[in-house]
């Protein structure tokens, strides 16, 4: 798990999304309170719940991006899911279950790629006595092998091609994927897996490919497959995050409770996992007991409350998130690692075209979708899409055969391509 601070979490999130302090802040304590946990002694360890969230807010204001960034700063089992995608037991549909079968496969790939990285040296080792072998067939003399070690080490070697036994799975019969029964058909995949050997052939390969190749393979016979999942399992148990998108499509107004049979059955189903219960998957059974759940839905149309009480108390934690205005538009279009205005400048660069974008350009664009969104639909920062693309249309098409020009972005340019769709409101509505 990582080690970092709740300030440390803050900072890197400040660096890709701006404002929402209160949701960064409440994310950053429940990620630090996972490594808190594991500090306690053992009798105490089991009684510490986590406390799940709920992050309420318009679309566009940085919820998800919130989930995506805090996945890369997690050293932990992390996944995203939607919440629109399960239905409830006896519909067509992915079941609640699944989100924690997929949170356990992906914390399989972590570590497998970890203990793989603890024995690379070992298996470059074996890897280069074996591809030599390749280079040099039979009983080569120890003087030429050693020259060919430092031929490839120096990378001499790369474009030349050798024959490699690559060994696949054969599948003798295809299993159709049953929505909602995705882990039937992967036990079916094993077991055919188990009774059919893996059928080996040769395929030729250049020297880097084959080197590759043969790492891999050398890793894979030195990393224990039962170690893995084990620790897999220990590590989903103990610090898996599941992220939980678009969980006010599950809640159900009074208006609309008897037209959607679905959405409270998911909320029932979707209870006993959230609270704590034992999901069955491949790799034994997984306890959800100290999973950290953080759910957010904009809340448009219905509110927390209109989820069933249960449900409710198990995400005692909300932090709402603020819907963003001109100076929060500046401010995205200026100062995140990954801003728009960066994007496109690097974009253009490749084809010679230099772009820069003036400050009162970029006032003018965030003043004009704080405008677009007051009158239509608020999506919030993704309006800056749209606005952005419709400016610099033009030059990103007429780039290839212009390279060497330079395009400032000023107030003129600005108000002269939004002019058309600012002066009808309709336009906006299919354009923006």
């Known amino acids: 798990?990582?080690?970092?601070?709740?300030?440390?979490?803050?900072?890197?999130?400040?660096?890709?999304?701006?404002?929402?302090?209160?949701?960064?802040?409440?994310?950053?304590?429940?990620?630090?309170?996972?490594?808190r946990r594991q500090r306690l002694p053992v009798e105490l360890r089991d009684e510490v719940a986590p406390r799940n969230i709920i992050m309420m807010g318009p679309t566009g204001v940085g919820k998800t991006e919130i989930a995506r960034r805090l996945a890369k700063l997690c050293q932990a089992p992390f996944i995203k899911v939607e919440a629109t995608k399960y239905t409830e037991v006896g519909y067509v549909g992915r079941d609640v279950e699944s989100m924690i079968r997929d949170l356990m496969d992906i914390s399989v790939n972590l570590v497998r790629a970890e203990e793989a990285e603890a024995v690379r040296s070992r298996a470059e080792a074996a890897a280069e006595e074996r591809l030599l072998d390749?280079?040099?067939?039979?009983?080569?003399?120890?003087?030429?092998?050693?020259?060919?070690?430092?031929?490839?080490?120096?990378?001499?070697?790369?474009?030349?091609?050798?024959?490699?036994?690559?060994?696949?799975?054969?599948?003798p019969i295809g299993i159709m994927s049953i929505p909602g029964m995705e882990q039937l058909g992967g036990q079916m995949r094993d077991a055919f897996g188990k009774l059919f050997p893996k059928r080996a052939h040769r395929r030729k390969m250049k020297v880097g490919a084959a080197w590759r190749h043969l790492v891999d393979d050398e890793a894979s016979k030195l990393v224990d497959e039962d170690k893995i999942a084990d620790l897999a399992r220990e590590r989903v148990e103990q610090m898996g995050i599941v992220f939980i998108d678009e969980l006010d499509k599950l809640a159900s107004t009074?208006?609309?409770?008897?037209?959607?049979i679905s959405r409270e059955g998911v909320q029932r189903d979707l209870l006993p996992v959230v609270e704590g219960s034992s999901v069955n998957t491949k790799y034994g059974m997984v306890s959800t007991d100290h999973i950290l759940f953080i759910a957010a839905?904009?809340?448009?149309?219905?509110?927390?409350?209109d989820l069933i009480p249960e449900l409710q108390g198990r995400f005692p934690l909300r932090a709402e998130l603020e819907a963003l205005g001109r100076d929060e538009f500046y401010r995205i279009l200026t100062e995140p690692h990954n801003a728009l205005?960066?994007?496109?400048?690097?974009?253009?660069?490749t084809e010679g075209v230099r772009v820069e974008f003036?400050?009162?350009?970029?006032?003018?664009?965030?003043?004009?979708?704080?405008?677009?969104?007051?009158?239509?639909?608020?999506?919030?920062?993704?309006?800056?899409?749209?606005?952005?693309?419709?400016?610099?249309?033009?030059?990103?098409?007429?780039?290839?055969?212009?390279?060497?020009?330079?395009?400032?972005?000023?107030?003129?340019?600005?108000?002269?391509?939004?002019?058309?769709?600012?002066?009808?409101?309709?336009?906006?509505?299919?354009?923006?």
């Open 297 to 305: 839905g904009a809340f448009h149309l219905s509110k927390p409350s």
């Open 1 to 35: 798990m990582s080690e970092l601070t709740p300030r440390q979490i803050v900072a890197e999130l400040d660096k890709y999304i701006v404002g929402q302090e209160q949701a960064k802040r409440m994310v950053a304590v429940a990620v630090r309170n996972r490594w």
């Open 358 to 432: 003036a400050d009162d350009g970029l006032r003018e664009i965030a003043a004009f979708a704080e405008e677009v969104n007051a009158r239509t639909e608020n999506i919030g920062a993704r309006r800056l899409h749209t606005i952005m693309e419709k400016i610099l249309a033009d030059i990103s098409f007429d780039a290839p055969d212009t390279p060497g020009a330079t395009l400032v972005v000023d107030r003129e340019l600005v108000r002269s391509h939004l002019a058309d769709v600012a002066a009808d409101v309709e336009m906006s509505r299919f354009i923006l």
């Open 254 to 260: 009074a208006s609309s409770r008897s037209a959607d």
């Open 134 to 171: 390749l280079l040099l067939p039979g009983d080569g003399r120890e003087g030429t092998r050693e020259k060919l070690r430092g031929l490839f080490r120096q990378g001499h070697l790369d474009d030349r091609e050798v024959e490699v036994e690559v060994k696949e799975q054969s599948q």
């Open 341 to 349: 205005t960066r994007q496109y400048e690097a974009l253009l660069a």
